[in-house]
């Protein structure tokens, strides 16, 4: 939704993000996935019922979740019934097709009921809620799953007009705008990591019942689920030898398993990148084009700004050739096999002239500068750029507050020399404790924007099971 510069604001908004609920829904006993913790959901809950209870200076609130909010990607779902799965799909689980994204919505609902009962309270007291898609959630593309959300919440709202309660729940694909007020995304699209093509329309090139997969989700479904000990989050400073000494500790049979699982990943990666370029892509551009059209007419904000919108995303890495190879290490791997082959035939030739023990050395100090550069071309978080984007958006969009989630990890930045404000929401993603050394704990972090005698504010609060919402510092 958004909402005209010209209107007079009569909301208050609470925002939050990348609560990742069934991130652990598990059918298969091979694979681990790290537990969700059991709290988390509880104060959800909590600060859910809180805000549906307080007036804000509004009307009413209207709750946005900035992405992320289901975890379809996260989950390993199996449906041995269904007789349409691709050999890929009977491999890792239930992909993102509408049919399967409504699967995995259900168990999410059953898994969930507490936090479902809260959102449903919430907005059966008249308040209304935006769901901005996420990379994690942009099954939110197919109207059926929409649909099943909807009808979700509405099971648990009580005695409230049906009609009304299903119209103050809605959707956006791309971004939310308070005309000057506020412009809130999930972030995703200037992560190359996780950008997609097009964002308004996500599917598949080769199979338009499907939602294009990229890079992040290629290499979770093939490499990262099904490899035991093996994290989603925390590759941003491992290098190759982390890699390795992770390998040695599965064992040689382990070891191999993992290599084989990196080299399908591989293969399937280069397939993606195939299909960037070919006629089916050319189409879904020109469908893209034509509801960027659409929206841009529909929002009043005008195509000239939507495309300059649609130019601060970043390319997806399966479009680039060397954005695999630097993203998969795969150039460090060659770099360092080359030295290797070059200092194993000057050692061999040092033992007749002795004089290339010097070409050795100049080998050794080329490797050196080589990786090091490559290593820092290697940008796995995305922190930076967003922040540097959401300064261009606050100038397109004009609006005091530039708010995304996406990296999970909350912050406060002022930009464009202090006209406006980035804020990132971080995260409602808690695993339990104790499940691993490094068990995360979320911030609990949400944001309230209202407006007070025409002047924006915004408040990033934390949430606390025992006093509330108190000042994140």
């Known amino acids: 939704m958004v909402i005209p510069s010209s209107s007079n604001p009569r909301e208050s908004l609470l925002v939050f993000s990348d609560v990742h609920l069934g991130s652990d829904v598990n059918d298969r006993p091979t694979t681990e996935l790290i537990r969700r913790s059991s709290r988390i959901d509880a104060d959800l809950a909590e600060l859910l019922r809180h805000y549906a209870e307080q007036k804000p200076s509004g009307d009413r609130w209207r709750l946005v979740i900035a992405g992320d909010f289901i975890d379809f990607i996260g989950m390993v779902v199996d449906d041995p019934k269904n007789e349409e799965l691709t050999s890929e799909e009977r491999e890792h689980g239930l992909g993102n097709s509408s049919e399967h994204a409504r699967i995995k919505l259900r168990r999410v609902a059953e898994r969930h009921t507490d936090v479902f009962e809260a959102l449903a309270e919430f907005v059966a007291r008249g308040h209304a809620l935006t769901l901005v898609h996420g ?176 130019a601060l995303q970043v390319p997806p890495l399966t479009r680039s050739i060397h954005g695999i190879m630097a993203s998969l290490l795969l150039d460090r791997l060659a770099l360092g096999l080359m030295a290797s082959l070059l200092l194993v035939t000057f050692g061999i030739l040092c033992a007749y002239q002795s004089h290339f023990f010097y070409a050795c050395l100049a080998v050794i100090v080329a490797w050196l500068v080589a990786h090091r550069h490559l290593t820092k071309l290697r940008h796995v978080d995305a922190a930076d750029e967003m922040s540097i984007r959401a300064g261009h958006l606050a100038k397109l969009l004009p609006a005091a507050f530039v708010v995304m989630g996406h990296t999970h990890t909350p912050a406060t930045t002022p930009i464009n020399d202090g006209a406006s404000t980035y804020i990132n929401l971080g995260s409602w993603a808690e695993e339990e404790p104790g499940e691993s050394a490094q068990s995360y704990t979320a911030a609990r972090t949400h944001l309230v924007i209202h407006v007070e005698n025409g002047e924006p504010r915004a408040e990033l609060l934390a949430w606390d099971s025992t006093t509330g919402p108190k000042r994140f510092r």
């Open 135 to 310: 990379n994690h959630d942009v099954e939110f593309h197919w109207d059926d799953v929409k649909k099943d959300f909807r009808e979700y919440l509405f099971q648990h709202a009580g005695d409230v007009d049906r009609a009304e309660f299903l119209a103050r729940i809605e959707f956006n694909p791309w971004f939310f705008y308070w005309g000057t007020v506020a412009y809130i995304e999930h972030g995703h699209q200037y992560d190359s990591f996780c950008a997609t093509d097009h964002i308004i329309a996500p599917v598949s090139p080769l199979d338009p019942r499907r939602v294009a997969r990229g890079f992040s989700d290629t290499l979770l479904r093939f490499v990262v689920r099904p490899t035991r000990g093996m994290r989603e989050h925390g590759h941003e400073q491992l290098g190759i030898t982390d890699y390795l000494a992770f390998g040695a500790k599965l064992g040689l049979s382990g070891m191999l398993a993992l290599l084989t699982r990196y080299v399908r990943a591989v293969v399937e990666l280069f397939k993606l990148r195939r299909l960037h370029f070919s006629e089916a892509a050319k189409a879904l551009r020109e469908e893209h084009e034509r509801r960027k059209a659409l929206f841009g007419e529909a929002s009043r904000i005008g195509m000239d700004r939507i495309r300059a919108l649609a």
